[in-house]
């Protein structure tokens, strides 16, 4: 089966632009969920969308937002850019949330995000 | 809420050496546990997982780790480790029953695997 689908790989774009990152959850999974990766940060959680609702947000500006189709796949939104945005941005998948049970995140291979 | 210390930031072992790669948590009751390998670019791919049951899980690429409730604690082990082995790793947990739905992560451990 295919795995968690990320598009584009690369972006750059220049502060105060827009930047759009997508994500295909694995067939069948229903939540999604969005991760920054910036340099000596780690793994920041962002958001995370299920059944077409955003269930929950990190600690993340309000220029940071997305939409989960009703397909599931989603769409990962960030306005205003700064170069501090500059990072890996990790999708993942889940075929339910942990509050219905146990279950694996399947992560995507990421769009690295570059801010001139 | 939920918390996860890896304290070690970079890790250097010989290869056919063996290794352990310490993990440390904070949450009220037992979590679900997990060990994610990430290789430089790419994305996250799951080692191993805790639910339930045995504290001693296996994994992929001959990796296992042991739960440890008294010391909240899942230390991932590997015996004799591979120079494809070189990797950052993640421990992760996850909240039972949980509204917050999702993983928090410690800041890593660099392994780097010398001749």
């Known amino acids: 089966e295919a795995g968690v689908t990320q598009s584009p790989t690369h972006l750059i774009k220049t502060r105060g632009q827009q930047a759009t990152l997508r994500c295909s959850p694995i067939?069948?999974?229903?939540?999604v969920y969005w991760y920054q990766q910036a340099l000596g940060l780690g793994l920041q959680f962002l958001l995370w969308y299920d059944e077409g609702e955003e269930r929950n947000r990190g600690n993340f500006p309000p220029r940071f937002s997305g939409r989960q189709f009703p397909n599931y796949s989603s769409e990962l939104n960030v306005n205003a850019l700064e170069l501090e945005d500059s990072a890996l941005y990790l999708c993942?998948?889940?075929?339910?949330?942990?509050?219905?049970?146990?279950?694996?995140?399947?992560f995507g291979a990421g769009s690295r995000l570059t801010v001139l | 809420a939920q918390s996860v210390t890896q304290p070690d930031i970079h890790i250097t072992v010989s290869e056919g050496a063996s290794l352990e790669l310490r993990c440390n948590y904070s949450y009220g009751a037992t979590p679900y546990l997990f060990w994610y390998v990430q290789s430089p670019g790419q994305g996250l791919q799951l080692l191993l997982k805790y639910f339930s049951g045995d504290t001693l899980v296996q994994g992929i690429k001959g990796f296992e780790a042991e739960f440890k409730r008294s010391q909240s604690s899942f230390n991932l082990r590997k015996p004799s480790v591979h120079w494809s082995d070189a990797a950052e790793y993640f421990c992760a947990v996850g909240a039972r029953n949980s509204g917050y739905s999702t993983l928090t992560f410690g800041k890593g451990t660099m392994l780097l695997v010398s001749p």
């Open positions: 067939s069948g999974h229903t939540s």
């Open positions: 993942a998948s889940s075929l339910v949330p942990f509050s219905r049970g146990a279950n694996v995140l399947t």
